[in-house]
C-alpha cells in the first residue's frame, strides 16, 4: 500500500445578510455572511473533506450532520481539528493542504496570512505547508454576484 495519499475537497455556500463571515477560520468585517449549519466556512469544509477523502473516509457531512444541534453555529476549526484526530486515529497525518477560495466579495487577500495561520493551528501542519488563494468568478454566475463563496481544496496525508 502506498504510504501517501491524496484528497480533493469541494464546499459551497450561499450569502445570507446577518451571519458573521468566517473562512479559514478568521472573522472578517462584512455586510453577509454565509447561511448553514456551523459558522460556514466553505473554505475550512473543503480542506475537510480533501482531508477525509485522502484517508478514503465518508464526507464532512457525515461526521457532523446538519441535523445534529451539537455542531449549530460550530466554529470549524474544531471541525478540522476533529477531522485532524480521525485521521491519525487510522494511522494518518497530513503532509500539507492546498485550497482555493472563490469569492466576489470581501478582499481575501489582506488576511490570507492569519487564515493560513488558523489552519496551520488546527491540522498541526506549519504554515508553508498550506497553500491558499483566493480569486473572484469574474462577475459570472452566483458567486461572481456575490451570492455564493465556494473553496477546492487538496490535501496530501501520509501513513506515519
Ligand atoms: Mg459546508
Known amino acids: 500500500m ?6 480533493h ?3 459551497i455556500h450561499r450569502t445570507i445578510a446577518g451571519r458573521p463571515l468566517v473562512l479559514g477560520g478568521v472573522k472578517f468585517d462584512s455586510p453577509f455572511g454565509l447561511d448553514g449549519h456551523s459558522d460556514a466556512d466553505a473554505l475550512t469544509h473543503a480542506i475537510c473533506d480533501a482531508l477525509l477523502g485522502a484517508a478514503g473516509l465518508p464526507d464532512i457531512g457525515h461526521f457532523f450532520p446538519n441535523t445534529d444541534a451539537t455542531w449549530k453555529n460550530a466554529d470549524s476549526q474544531l471541525l478540522l481539528q476533529k477531522v485532524i484526530a ?3 486515529e487510522r494511522g494518518w497525518s497530513p503532509v500539507n ?3 482555493t477560495l472563490v469569492a466576489e466579495q470581501p478582499k ?3 488576511r490570507l496570512a492569519e487564515m493560513k495561520s488558523a489552519l496551520a493551528r488546527s491540522t498541526g501542519l506549519p504554515v508553508d505547508a498550506i497553500g491558499l488563494k483566493a480569486t473572484t468568478n469574474e462577475g459570472s454566475d452566483d458567486i461572481g454576484r456575490g451570492l455564493a463563496i465556494a473553496a477546492h481544496a487538496v490535501a496530501l496525508i501520509q501513513k506515519l
Not at 2 to 7: E, Y
Open 97 to 99: 493542504v492546498d485550497a
Open 9 to 11: 475537497g469541494y464546499d
Open 2 to 7: 502506498s504510504p501517501i495519499r491524496i484528497g
Open 108 to 110: 481575501i487577500s489582506p
Open 86 to 88: 480521525a485521521l491519525r
